[in-house]
């Protein structure tokens, strides 16, 4: 049986790594999805990968660090829906700046994609989801909204603030019928951890990655798909008494 029939589901950072797999995996589960991502060319790809397999899916291209893109992106996704019921905001970026090298530029950026996208989107998606009589709303968090990480200020800050604004809306739209949870994934297999650990080979990429492994009990990098399925069930009916949620990801990372 599948976990999302029919369902109207609006994923944001959609063409790559975490949000792709959502894409796909929400599809296969009866979703009709609305990829949005900044990225045309990748989420035309995915899309249509979707679609190759019998999924439904349409991309709707957006740069989430404009607050008026965010807007439009659920309302276009709300048109080409007819409605919305599950919203995913997985956009969000890191910083590894210290304060010794404080950039109020990028801490502007960081705090802009991570939290205020996922602010506008889901305000935007209100609205449809109270005329569907309720839904669910997934926030992408991290680790690093549980814990510290010391080379990473403006990336803890934007994801705490992340779990502070899943645990308002949860509250505040419980009497709507609107679940709020949100996913805190460990170091995942993607581009943008990539990125973090650096593009390095040999003994010194080795090194980073046994750095970035050494607090996870696991001792292993997450698949995308195994976020993908954290936010499925939450998404889903499945998790119809649960609200509030900060559900790690991560290995056994923040139990250590
Ligand atoms: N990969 C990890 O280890 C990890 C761990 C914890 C949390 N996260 C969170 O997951 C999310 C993305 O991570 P990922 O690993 O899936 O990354 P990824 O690099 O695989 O994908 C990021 C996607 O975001 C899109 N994007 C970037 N800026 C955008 C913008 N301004 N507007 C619209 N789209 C934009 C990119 O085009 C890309 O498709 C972030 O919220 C991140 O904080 C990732």
Redesign the pocket.
Request: contains cysteine.
């Given at each position: 049986m599948s976990r999302l029939p029919g369902k109207a589901c609006l994923i944001?950072?959609?063409?790559?790594?975490?949000?792709?797999?959502g894409c796909e995996l929400f599809a296969r589960e009866g979703a009709r999805v609305v990829a949005?991502?900044?990225?045309a060319a990748?989420?035309h790809y995915v899309v249509a990968g979707i679609r190759a397999t019998g999924g439904e899916a349409r991309g709707v291209v957006?740069?989430?660090?404009?607050p008026a893109?965010c807007q439009r992106a659920a309302q276009e996704a709300a048109s080409l829906l007819g409605g919305i019921d599950v919203v995913w905001n997985?956009?969000?970026?890191?910083s590894t700046r210290t304060l010794d090298a404080l950039d109020l530029d990028d801490y502007g950026r960081c705090m802009d994609?991570?939290v205020r996208?996922a602010m506008v989107v889901t305000a935007a998606a209100l609205p449809y989801l109270r005329r569907q009589g309720g839904g669910s709303v997934v926030l992408?968090?991290?680790?690093?909204g549980l814990i510290g990480l010391p080379e990473s200020p403006a990336?803890n800050a934007?994801?705490a603030a992340?779990l502070g604004l899943m645990r308002s809306l949860a509250i505040r739209h419980a009497r709507d019928g609107i679940r709020v949870n949100a996913?805190?994934?460990?170091?995942?297999?993607?581009?943008?951890?990539q990125?973090?650990l650096g593009t390095s080979e040999g003994d010194e990429g080795k090194a980073r990655l046994r750095r970035a492994l050494a607090p996870v009990p696991m001792r292993r990098?997450?698949r995308?798909e195994e976020?993908a399925h954290a936010a499925l069930w939450l998404a889903s009916g499945d998790a119809s008494y649960v609200t509030g949620v900060a559900l790690p990801v991560d290995g056994g990372y923040v139990a250590g």
């Amino acid at each position: 049986m599948s976990r999302l029939p029919g369902k109207a589901c609006l994923i944001t950072a959609a063409a790559s790594g975490i949000g792709r797999a959502g894409c796909e995996l929400f599809a296969r589960e009866g979703a009709r999805v609305v990829a949005v991502d900044c990225d045309a060319a990748r989420l035309h790809y995915v899309v249509a990968g979707i679609r190759a397999t019998g999924g439904e899916a349409r991309g709707v291209v957006a740069d989430l660090l404009d607050p008026a893109a965010c807007q439009r992106a659920a309302q276009e996704a709300a048109s080409l829906l007819g409605g919305i019921d599950v919203v995913w905001n997985h956009a969000g970026m890191s910083s590894t700046r210290t304060l010794d090298a404080l950039d109020l530029d990028d801490y502007g950026r960081c705090m802009d994609l991570n939290v205020r996208s996922a602010m506008v989107v889901t305000a935007a998606a209100l609205p449809y989801l109270r005329r569907q009589g309720g839904g669910s709303v997934v926030l992408t968090a991290s680790v690093a909204g549980l814990i510290g990480l010391p080379e990473s200020p403006a990336y803890n800050a934007a994801k705490a603030a992340v779990l502070g604004l899943m645990r308002s809306l949860a509250i505040r739209h419980a009497r709507d019928g609107i679940r709020v949870n949100a996913v805190c994934p460990g170091p995942i297999d993607t581009p943008m951890l990539q990125g973090y650990l650096g593009t390095s080979e040999g003994d010194e990429g080795k090194a980073r990655l046994r750095r970035a492994l050494a607090p996870v009990p696991m001792r292993r990098l997450g698949r995308p798909e195994e976020v993908a399925h954290a936010a499925l069930w939450l998404a889903s009916g499945d998790a119809s008494y649960v609200t509030g949620v900060a559900l790690p990801v991560d290995g056994g990372y923040v139990a250590g």
